[in-house]
């Protein structure tokens, strides 16, 4: 393996949400060198639980990478209880968010170094090292980005976490904002990565909750317009449907297409080129007509080999 001293032209950078991501980027480690890798993950979803900063796209990706995902609920970690939660419910302390005995170490890890004066970014670094992890991990800033939600037809406001978790998504969205977002500041190495790398991949994640944010921040936004040319997007819609989560009400909420050509769209000021399922080659002219090239794949990672054929796919789409 090339360890530390990966070549400049050989850096990959990947902007990811959670699970769908994840599931990418373990198919990504699988064809390249974990040390060639920066994933910039979304914070829009993280949220504070008992005193507790939860950051679930981060954590999402590290239980994955380091195989210790729940297979069963696609969240949180394998092997896992809650006691806690139990404990909790004897005084009536609100358990929607359910947050395992295993998956607390983390939390109180994050909270206790955060209130120590760490950055996020230097905890996420520490928390991904403990998990043995090579692939550099980064949040998208270290500032507080909130993902919020509203509600068709009351107008009220949610985080995301109780729009989509205590809510199950199920009120109909009127529109998404990033709170902050605006004033954020890309973490450390985010811009250097974005800026260096030779191919920016932008991970099959949710469009409007987890790639948007990202986006949201000015100066990643800037900088992936400027590398357009060098970006690359893997549609998490197939056939008309997202393949788990939210994804397809939110879009259709929004007014955007609910397919491929949905996702060219909403990408296309910064993504010159789209990774579309082979299920979908019949919409391929309609991405290209937006100017976003479309490259077509097996893309639903039903097994890792599948995940690294479209991984190393990804990685020679552009041009
Ligand atoms: P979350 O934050 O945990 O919801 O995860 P992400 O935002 O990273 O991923 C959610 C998106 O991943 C959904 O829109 C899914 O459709 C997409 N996704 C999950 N698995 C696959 C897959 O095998 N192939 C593709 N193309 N998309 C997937
Ligand atoms: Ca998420």
Redesign the pocket.
């Known amino acids: 393996m090339r360890a530390t001293n990966a070549n400049v032209a050989d850096m990959l950078a990947a902007l ?6 994840a ?1 990418f980027l373990s198919g990504l480690l699988d064809v390249v060198p974990a040390t060639e890798v920066t994933a910039i993950v979304n914070t829009g ?1 993280d949220d504070k639980f008992h005193g507790l900063w939860v950051c679930p ?1 981060l954590d ?1 990706v590290t239980y994955h990478l380091s195989g210790n995902h729940n297979h069963e609920t696609g969240w949180g970690l394998a092997d896992e209880t809650f006691r806690v939660m139990e404990g909790l419910d004897r005084f009536g302390s609100p358990t929607w968010f359910r947050l395992g005995d295993r998956d607390l170490a983390t939390h109180l890890y994050r909270t206790e170094r955060l209130n120590a004066g760490a950055t996020l970014s230097e905890v996420t670094s520490e928390i991904a090292k403990a998990w043995g992890l090579e692939i550099n991990l980064i949040p998208m800033t270290n500032d507080r980005v909130a993902t919020r939600i509203t509600i068709a037809d009351n107008h009220e406001e949610q985080s995301l976490q109780e729009w989509f978790v205590k809510n199950q998504s199920t009120p109909v969205v009127e529109s998404v904002r990033f709170e902050n977002a605006e004033m954020a500041q890309a973490a450390p190495g985010v811009i250097e990565a974005l800026s260096q790398a030779e191919t920016i991949i932008i ?4 469009p409007i909750i ?1 790639i948007s944010p990202i986006l949201a921040v000015p100066k990643i936004r800037e900088v992936l317009i400027d590398r357009r040319d060098h970006v690359v997007g ?5 056939a008309g449907r ?4 939210p ?1 397809d009400r939110l879009m259709d909420a929004l007014g955007i297409e609910v397919s491929c050509v949905g996702v060219a769209a909403t990408y296309q000021d910064f993504c010159g080129t789209l990774v579309i ?1 082979s299920r979908d080659a019949d919409l391929a002219g309609r991405v290209n007509s937006l100017g976003v090239r479309a490259v077509i794949s097996d ?3 039903s097994n890792s080999r599948i995940a690294a054929a479209l991984a190393r796919e990804t990685v020679a789409a552009r041009t």
């Not at 990811?16 to 991501?21: E, F, W």
């Not at 893997?234 to 197939?238: D, F, G, H, R």
């Not at 997202?242 to 989560?245: A, K, N």
């Open positions: 990811a949400g959670g699970v769908g991501a599931r979803d796209d999402s991970c099959p994640s949710n987890s893997v549609s998490p819609i197939i997202t393949v788990r989560g994804a399922d893309t639903m990672m």
